[in-house]
């Protein structure tokens, strides 16, 4: 069992011991990742017809699900009734917690609130509510333009290394054994682009930048919140202004 390795976040102390997806870095792609986390984009916008062209038409989307995740929206589909009316009793439930809440628990919820007001609203200043800066003669713009001829896969495992960026991902999109299957689909070296927590960790998000050296960004959103690349980013020296 690996030794536990602490790191303090103000006044929480976080486990960084190598974790599953660091191990699948080294053992199934012989990488060394610092950190890695599965992640998606949002929806390709349409490119002009002459960007696209130039890009030899590639694919925008992601694969349509497999025969067997459609087989499995099928047979969950008698069951949505019963999904919505546990959904319905949650939220009265916890409407009846919200009623029932002290002084000191309301406070915490109005601040919560206030944080989310925030953390949106710096999102769309930034113009960070979109999948990439909007430049498809930029790097980040031809890099996404080739997303999905890398892979059809809908998401993909983001590594951080100290040689750059790495993305894994299956080949075909597939409904189970995503890491099973998963090859390197795309490196980008560290001296093309970096990663970036925009927010530095002021907010917790999903969101990340995969920011090149001209400039330009992509969004990425990882799967879990205060993922392992957003806890790497903040263990980085601060870079000189």
């Known amino acids: 069992m690996p030794t536990p390795i602490l790191f303090r976040v103000g006044e929480e102390i976080l486990d960084v011991t190598p974790t599953s997806k660091q191990r699948v870095a080294t053992d199934r792609l012989g990488i060394q990742a610092e950190a890695g986390d599965w992640c998606w984009i949002d929806k390709i916008p ?54 029932l809440d002290t002084k000191e628990e309301k406070e915490q919820r109005r601040a919560k609130k206030e944080e989310d007001r925030r953390r949106d609203t710096a999102i769309a200043r930034q113009g960070l509510d979109k999948v990439f800066d909007g430049d498809w003669h930029g790097n980040a713009g031809q890099f996404l333009l080739r997303w999905y001829s890398h892979s059809t896969h809908h998401e993909r495992m983001l590594f951080a290394t ?26 980008i070296p560290v001296s093309d682009a970096t990663l ?19 400039g330009s960004w992509l969004r990425v959103d990882t799967e879990e919140l205060r993922s392992e690349l957003h806890m790497h980013l903040l263990r980085q020296p601060v870079p000189d202004s």
């Open 46 to 99: 349409k490119p002009p017809a002459d960007v696209l062209q130039a890009a030899g038409n590639p694919r925008l989307r992601p694969a349509m699900r497999p025969p067997l995740g459609m087989l499995g929206v099928v047979l969950g589909a008698p069951f949505i009734p019963l999904v919505m009316l546990l959904s319905l009793l949650a939220e009265a439930e916890e409407a009846v917690k919200r009623a």
């Open 162 to 187: 100290q040689e750059g960026i790495v993305l894994a991902a299956p080949p075909q999109r597939v409904s189970v054994g995503r890491e099973r299957r998963m090859q390197i689909v795309a490196r």
């Open 196 to 214: 970036v927590d925009p927010f530095s960790g002021e907010f917790e998000t999903r969101l990340l930048l995969i920011r090149f050296r001209d």
